[in-house]
């Protein structure tokens, strides 16, 4: 009986260090962005990786996404009225939540494993070592680059992810549910409120940021050897998405609670 | 002068350094012997304070390495790593030349360039390595790569992790001269690890033998060899049978 419990007050401690310590990562990351030297070069690279290079798998899962969404809103009882209820679902559903979170899902797994293993691979290979004696602190050379790209690019992968979701809905609407093209999106635009779109430009910022964070962290914690790489990644990506739902439900409930 | 006292330093159950004490003078050239996995590679990130010693001070010119200001200390530096620890995103050029291109030491580019590859020519490479990535090279070329970045900003200190090792023998001797040569014409100090008797008879002035986590012995390389030391002579010669386990 004892020993259970001194094993279970050992892994809530451990859990509880472990969330200590990346609090304390993303709070030196951000304290970093005060302080000079800046590498503009090493930000651009990773707004162009994290960005650019992301935006195909994010715009087709929300393609997808958004003709799927109108398939079952309409097959789910709305047939009345159908016409007005689709388009306005879709266009609230895409832009609140499944933009933000299916962007912010998307991009964790591409980015924050790559970060991790690329990160985790100069932590083995003494390249963060060499780094530091070269004057370089890994922070501002390595993290803060990929976290500031992240928070600033993921808000617009899901503002183009949004589009190309309700995209696909109107696709979908309009050439097997026969909807007038005209209507559809009129009763999109009516519908969507300018807070619904900025909630979920601010949940795809919170997102970015948890995504470059945890790759950054786990990589520079990484383990010896190309195990420790493996694990790092698994747990960069497992983390991310985890705290990417756990955000989303927080910044829902702050948002639209009231 | 770099001092170094008592220091203690333990992974997990591994007790690597149990009481280090070794003194390396100004503009003096000292190597670093013993066997694999004593902890020699450690002790030198001790000293640039990139591992954290459980026990024991170090002081560079009577500065703590731990309090010491960052960047003002590490900017007297230079490290050759084991694995040469180049950045393979970058091409060769701008590894050799990364502290010229940015922080306090930054100069323009076609300038940072022309001294990259001045130094990678005296480190025997060829000038048109300069844009090739590190991944194209071999792992001698690469070594002498992390070389020629060690000494790119002309450091006072610098420490050469297993300079020649990988290296043919005509290129061990390059490297040795060179290694010398930094030491008696730019009165840099040198602290070089190293497994080969040839390159230790090149570059010290002074070694000192780690064995089981301590000093065993140090002196002037000229007393190397009648040192009466057990553990030394062992390691000299190259000898299975002695005090050194030959299995550890
Ligand atoms: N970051 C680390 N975490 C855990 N153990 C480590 C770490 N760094 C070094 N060690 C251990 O410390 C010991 C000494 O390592 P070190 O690299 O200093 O050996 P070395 O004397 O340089 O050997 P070699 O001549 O083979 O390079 C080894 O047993 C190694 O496993
Ligand atoms: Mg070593």
Redesign the interface.
């Known amino acids: 009986m004892i020993r259970l419990l001194a094993s279970l007050g050992r892994a809530v401690m451990g859990a509880l260090a472990s969330i200590g310590a990346v609090v304390l990562y993303a709070a030196q990351t951000v304290s970093h962005l005060f302080r000079p030297?800046f590498?503009p070069r090493e930000f651009l690279n990773a707004l162009i990786q994290i960005g650019w290079l992301s935006l195909p798998v994010v715009g087709l899962t929300a393609f997808f996404t958004g003709g799927a969404l109108a398939l079952q809103i309409f097959a789910g009882g709305s047939r009345y009225g159908a016409e007005e209820v689709v388009p306005s679902i879709v266009a609230i559903g895409m832009v609140r939540e499944l933009g933000p979170v299916l962007g912010g899902l998307m991009v964790a797994a591409r980015v924050a494993s790559s970060i991790a293993a690329e990160i985790g691979t100069?932590k083995v290979?003494?390249?963060i070592?060499?780094?530091?004696?070269?004057?370089?602190n890994p922070m501002k050379y390595l993290t803060l680059p990929r976290v500031l790209a992240a928070t600033l690019a993921v808000p617009v992968l899901v503002a183009v992810g949004d589009s190309i979701g309700i995209f696909g809905g109107y696709v979908v609407g309009v050439n097997r549910l026969d909807f007038n093209a005209a209507t559809y999106i009129k009763n999109t635009v009516d519908f969507l409120e300018g807070w619904d779109i900025i909630s979920g430009l601010v949940k795809g910022a919170a997102f970015g940021f948890i995504v470059a964070t945890m790759g950054c962290y786990h990589g520079m914690n990484s383990g010896r050897g190309a195990q420790g790489v493996g694990r790092a990644t698994k747990s960069a990506v497992v983390s991310a998405s985890v705290l990417i739902f756990a955000a989303n439900y927080i910044l829902t409930e702050l948002f639209f609670a009231a | 002068m770099i001092q170094l006292t008592d220091i203690h330093k333990t992974f997990g159950s591994n007790h690597v350094l149990r009481g280090v004490n070794l003194e390396i003078a100004k503009g003096s050239s000292m190597v670093i012997i013993g066997g694999s996995g004593t902890g020699k590679s450690v002790l030198l990130k001790c000293i640039l304070g990139l591992v954290h010693p459980d026990q024991g001070t170090i002081m560079v010119d009577g500065q703590n390495v731990e309090t010491a200001s960052r960047d003002p200390f590490l900017a007297r530096f230079g490290m050759l790593f084991q694995g040469a620890a180049l950045f393979d995103s970058l091409p060769v050029w701008q590894n050799v030349a990364f502290r010229l291109l940015r922080g306090s030491l930054k100069r323009p580019k076609t300038e940072a360039r022309e001294i990259a590859i001045e130094k990678l020519r005296r480190v025997g490479l060829k000038p048109d390595v300069a844009d090739k990535f590190p991944a194209e090279l071999s792992g001698g070329m690469q070594k002498r790569v992390g070389l020629a970045r060690a000494i790119a900003a002309d450091p006072e200190i610098i420490f050469f992790d297993e300079p020649t090792t990988g290296l043919d023998p005509i290129m061990s001797g390059v490297i040795n001269d060179l290694i010398r040569e930094i030491v008696t014409e730019m009165g840099a100090t040198a602290m070089t690890i190293t497994h080969d008797m040839t390159s230790v008879r090149a570059i010290a002035d002074n070694i000192a033998m780690i064995h089981e986590g301590v000093v065993q012995w140090t002196g002037p390389v000229a007393q190397m060899d009648a040192s009466g030391n057990p553990y030394l002579d062992q390691f000299i010669h190259g000898r299975a049978e002695g005090p050194i386990a030959a299995v550890r």
């Open positions: 030297p590498y100069m290979t003494e390249q070592d060499a780094l530091t004696t070269l004057s370089t």
